[in-house]
């Protein structure tokens, strides 16, 4: 499996222009900072994509809990990507594409967790600390994983 990271400019282009993605085999999660950025991104994607594979949040690139991304976000996260990785072989997806405004803190955070925790190895996650350290923590946290194992 594949766990990619992008910003939003990037992720809008592979989802509505490009022909070779098979949204059969991708899932998607979309970061916004904005109730407008959201409410695009929930369109974009309910167009184009069935909503089982597809999640849409908002919460802001602030490394605390002020910025939003709040417990229940991560456990709604954690679900749906268990849901994704662990369930029929022939339903898994190939790729995860998440996305955030620029497609570096919480797009990556998400991404990191996800390699981390389901033990993907990705070469480039396994080394990647320009995340947020909130969102990824926050995760870790819901699944039960001691933050201190993981630094």
């Not at 809990?65 to 898994?92: C, D, K, L, M």
Request: glycine share 6%.
């Amino acid at each position: 499996m594949q766990i990619e990271f992008t910003g939003r400019a990037n992720f809008k282009r592979r989802v509505c222009i490009n022909p070779t993605l098979d949204h059969n085999t991708v899932c998607f999660i979309s970061i916004s900072s904005s109730w407008g950025d959201y409410r695009e991104m929930r369109g974009i994607l309910s167009h184009y994509i069935d909503v089982q594979r597809a999640s849409c949040f908002k919460f802001y690139d602030i490394d605390h809990e002020e910025s939003g991304f709040t417990r229940r976000t991560a456990e709604f996260i954690v679900e749906r990507t268990n849901h994704w990785i662990t369930g029929p072989y022939s339903q898994r997806p190939k790729t995860i594409l998440i996305h955030c405004d620029m497609g570096v803190s919480r797009s990556g955070a998400v991404a990191k967790w996800i390699n981390d925790y389901y033990g993907l190895d990705n070469r480039y996650l396994n080394e990647y600390y320009h995340h947020n350290r909130y969102v990824y923590d926050t995760l870790m946290s819901v699944c039960g994983v001691s933050i201190g194992s993981w630094n």
